[in-house]
């Protein structure tokens, strides 16, 4: 069975600093791994995935993550933040070939400050 | 494109009372589709997936049933709701290998 831990339940940033969030996955088996954002009240939107080829992916506004194979890690970074990437991200798992089922950690809130 | 709907947006019922929750997704045929729940400050919990009309999977033991009853709707429903079914539903459909989500239903159960 795979399973996600996301090290940092919060994570308090200035604007426009650096910001990493901590994902590591746990599987026997190979995966695939995302991220996804969540605003207030909303549902949750597709940030990044990592399905196969080059291990860092980018998002279009900024933020990146790379797939550590041997630190079974995927962990979320952003050079310089702003207000509005305030919110709850989640990474998941999901291993290859099965029904799509994801596996979720348990959440990171990003409180980006003035 | 494809797009996905859920309503209610919010719901308050009492203790005992019946749960209906629509998801309707448009412009994809024959998805896999997924109902999660989000407790407060919890992360997400699959609750059921379903991979064609009338396949239903369960994946946590519960007060909740779904039911796929088209290829492109799926419904999540309970006979008596308990204080415990209060969180935020969300509805997701699979492309490929990630999920794209709906809006959510806020249940709130008194």
């Known amino acids: 069975a795979q399973s996600v831990t996301q090290l940092d339940s919060q994570v308090p940033v200035f604007e426009e600093a650096p910001v990493e969030l901590r994902c590591n996955y746990s599987?026997?088996?190979?995966?695939?791994l995302f991220w996804y954002v969540q605003y207030p009240n909303q549902g949750l939107q597709l940030l990044l995935k990592?399905?196969?080829?080059?291990?860092l992916v980018e998002s279009i506004n900024g933020f990146e993550a790379e797939f550590n194979k041997s630190q079974t890690s995927f962990h979320l970074r952003k050079p310089s933040v702003h207000i509005s990437d305030t919110a709850e991200y989640f990474c998941?798992?999901?291993?290859?070939?099965?029904?799509?089922?994801?596996?979720f950690g348990q959440g990171t809130t990003l409180q980006v400050k003035p | 494109s494809q797009t996905i709907h859920q309503w209610p947006a919010t719901l308050v019922q009492p203790v005992g009372s019946p749960l209906s929750l629509e998801c309707t997704v448009e412009g994809t045929s024959n998805p896999n589709l997924y109902w999660y729940r989000q407790a407060a400050g919890r992360g997400l919990q699959l609750l059921f997936y379903s991979v064609g009309i009338g396949q239903i999977s369960s994946e946590v033991p519960q007060n909740l049933s779904a039911s796929r009853p088209q290829d492109r709707q799926f419904i999540l429903s309970s006979k008596k709701l308990l204080l415990s079914d209060s969180g935020f539903y969300l509805c997701a459909w699979r492309q490929s290998y990630e999920q794209y989500f709906g809006p959510g239903t806020r249940l709130t159960v008194t």
């Open positions: 599987s026997s088996v190979s995966v695939y």
């Open positions: 990592y399905l196969s080829g080059s291990t």
């Open positions: 998941a798992v999901t291993r290859r070939g099965n029904t799509g089922k994801l596996i």
